[in-house]
């Protein structure tokens, strides 16, 4: 299915400073600053991390899913008034792994603002695989102009 862009992958990597082969959201398809984002990606049998993981049945690793929702969370921030700081993940909660991620699906990462006081956000995040959850977590970061 084509997706809308928000964001393309080069609007992306001017909002993270993730690069190859740690950058895991190729596309924002839903914003509301402040409020929610949904980014996608496209896991491919190439990836490299299906060498290893597992060599004779490939699973997209699940802290990797976790990693991606983090990713889209921290574009949220970035896009929600806090343009040129960083976001440093604190926390993660209640994390589920419900399905297995498999070269071929498309990843839907979705995250809402659950709380915001201040310098700390806090987020729920699920992943979807045609309309299924697949995993999710609750995150806590730091949003902050100045290091940790
Ligand atoms: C299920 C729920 C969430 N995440 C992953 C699963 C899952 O089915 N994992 N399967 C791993 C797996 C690994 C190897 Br080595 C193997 O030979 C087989 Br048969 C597996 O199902």
């Known amino acids: 299915m084509i997706m809308p862009i928000i964001m393309d992958v080069q609007q ?11 950058l895991l959201v190729d596309r924002v398809i839903e914003m509301e600053e402040g409020k929610s984002i949904t980014g996608l990606k496209n896991v491919t049998a190439n990836e ?41 993940f604190m926390s993660i909660d209640g994390v589920k792994f419900r399905k297995p991620v498999v070269p071929g699906d498309q990843l839907i990462l979705k995250a809402t603002v659950i ?34």
């Not at 597992?54 to 896009?79: D, N, R, S, T, Y």
């Open 48 to 88: 490299e991390f299906f060498n290893g993981h597992f060599p004779a049945k490939p699973i997209m690793p699940g802290v990797l899913q976790v990693e991606a929702l983090a990713q889209v969370a921290g574009v949220l921030a970035i896009k929600s008034g806090a343009a040129g700081s960083m976001v440093y």
């Open 12 to 22: 992306i990597k001017e909002a993270l400073p993730h690069r190859y082969p740690f």
């Open 115 to 148: 709380q915001h006081r201040g310098k700390i956000w806090k987020f729920r995040g699920e992943s979807f695989v045609d309309g299924t959850l697949v995993s999710e977590a609750e995150f806590m970061a730091m949003v902050s102009s100045e290091g940790v």
